[in-house]
Structures are given as C-alpha cells and as structure tokens.
C-alpha cells in the first residue's frame, strides 16, 4: 500500500465498480480528480479522499485604522 496513492482496493471500495472502465466513470460522476496511469488504471491522490494533513496558515490582515477604511 502507498502512502501517496489509494491502492487498486481501495479505489475499487471507494466506487463499488471492478473494472477499469467503469471505475472511471464512476470516479467523474462523483467528481474525484484522477490520473490515468501506462495501463489506463485510475490512479487517486489519497490526499484527495483524506484531505491535507498539513494546516493552512491564513495571512493575517494588517490593520488599517477605521478613517482609511471608506
């Protein structure tokens, strides 16, 4: 199993089809971005399914006194 990518299985479990072609369309019904790879298998980034792990930090807005803030 790949920590970067969700395994034949796993996609398989994630779209209730088998088959290539099918895991395919289903996989754009759903709207989950994929890859295909040299043998035309959907390949899923498993940050897709699971998220980020990494947290987001937001800039904080500078102040601005309310007399400039029209």
Known sequence: MSDTFL??????????RKYKRLQIEQLRKMGIPFWLNAVGAPIIARAT???SREKVELPKPK???NVLKG
């Open 7 to 16: 395994s034949k299985e796993e996609v398989a479990e994630l779209t209730g």
């Open 63 to 65: 102040w601005v006194p």
């Open 49 to 51: 399914i699971e998220g």
